[in-house]
Every structure is written in structure tokens, then in C-alpha cells.
T-cell receptor, first 110, second 113 residues
């Protein structure tokens, strides 16, 4: 059965800290890996990764994929309270839907 | 531009009552539509998906059903709610045949009492 694992499940940091969120996966067929940020309601799209070793960057957020070791990391530098959210990792396995991990709940304290 | 609408935002229903959650998409045609439920610490669980009018696939056997009466309308229903149906329900869409991520609706927080 295809699965996606995220760690840690919960993380508390202070503003200005740098955090690394982990996502590992086991899928029969891999097409892409996606990161979402969920604050209070709908998850919003952050990155889609398809190739190993190519970093995607958006402001203070960046992500990279390792298809050999089957994982991805999401980095957030100089965290702000507005980064507090659940970060979801999902994998497209060529199926009809995406397989989601449980999410990492990040809390950034002032 | 495409938009997705989901309502209601919150709902408190007694056990045994019926349920109807609605989701509509604007600005596209023939979208893939999805219903997910989110439980704490368990990520998003796919409930139903649809690739066209009247075409519904169920991923998890349960007390819920889905219907797609129109191309851009997706409805989640139950005849009799259970306490275990409480949760956060998300509708999502992407373009037919697309391999990119979803766009999610704003979600419905359902509490069954």
C-alpha cells in the first residue's frame, strides 16, 4: 500500500529559527511530490517536485526531492508567526488521487 | 479564473440526521472533483472522486455517499449521521488529466452531536 510519512508531527519554534520538515514516501509509481500549507481552512499549494536535486524556492521557503532515498524536505528560514500552520506532503502515484501524509503542525512563537 | 466554493463552513448536526455538503467549481469544465476528510494527525483521507457527471468512485466504505448532478457540482450526503462522521471535510478539484496538485475549497467543519 502506498504511503507518505511526515516528521516531526509537531514542532514548536521561535521567530527567526530555521526549520526543516521531512517527508518520506513509499509508492509503487512516483510522478510528483507536492507540499501544501494549511492554516485554518483550505490547504494552499506551495511546491511541486518531480526531479531529484532541483531546489524549488519561494521567499523563505525551499524544498528539494531525493528520488533515490525517497524523501523530500521543506525548509523555512527566519520563521515568522505567520508560518504557523500544518504542512502537508502529498505524492502523485499516477493514481486518480494523491496520497497525503499526516502533516506537520508547526507553531512559531513570537 | 477558476474558483471553488464549498458550503456550509460549519455545521452541527444531531446523530441520525441527514447531511448535504455542496461544492461547486467555476471557470473550468469537466474538472476532476474530490471529497476528502481530515482527521487530526491522520492527514487527508480520500472519500470520493469523480471524473464526470454521474461518475463516482468511492475509496472508503462508510456512511456517506456522493453525487455529481452537474459538471461542476459535487455533493456529499448522508441519510443518517453517526458520531464518527464528525470531522473537517474538504472539496478539491483539478483539471481532467492533470498531474498537478489540487485546489481546495475552504472546508466544512462538521460536528455530530
Amino acid at each position: 500500500e502506498d504511503k507518505v510519512v511526515q516528521s516531526p508531527l509537531s514542532l514548536v519554534v521561535h521567530e527567526g529559527d530555521t526549520v526543516t520538515l521531512n517527508c518520506s514516501y513509499e509508492v509503487t509509481n512516483f510522478r510528483s511530490l507536492l507540499w501544501y500549507k494549511q492554516e485554518k481552512k483550505a490547504p494552499t499549494f506551495l511546491f511541486m517536485l518531480t526531479s531529484s536535486g532541483i531546489e524549488k524556492k519561494s521567499g523563505r521557503l525551499s524544498s528539494i526531492l531525493d528520488k533515490k532515498e525517497l524523501f523530500s524536505i521543506l525548509n523555512i528560514t527566519a520563521t515568522q508567526t505567520g508560518d504557523s500552520a500544518i504542512y502537508l506532503c502529498a505524492v502523485d502515484n499516477y493514481g486518480q488521487n494523491f496520497v497525503f501524509g499526516p502533516g506537520t503542525r508547526l507553531s512559531v512563537l513570537p | 479564473s477558476q474558483t471553488i466554493h464549498q458550503w456550509p463552513a460549519t455545521l452541527v448536526q444531531p446523530v441520525g440526521s441527514p447531511l448535504s455538503l455542496e461544492c461547486t467549481v467555476e471557470g473550468t469544465s469537466n474538472p476532476n472533483l474530490y471529497w476528502y476528510r481530515q482527521a487530526a494527525g491522520r492527514g487527508l483521507q480520500l472519500l470520493f472522486y469523480s471524473v464526470g457527471i454521474g461518475q463516482i468512485s468511492s475509496e472508503v466504505p462508510q456512511n456517506l455517499s456522493a453525487s455529481r448532478p452537474q459538471d461542476r457540482q459535487f455533493i456529499l450526503s448522508s441519510k443518517k449521521l453517526l458520531l464518527s462522521d464528525s470531522g473537517f471535510y474538504l472539496c478539491a478539484w483539478n483539471e481532467y488529466g492533470a498531474n498537478y496538485g489540487y485546489t481546495f475549497g475552504s472546508g466544512t467543519r462538521l460536528t455530530v452531536v
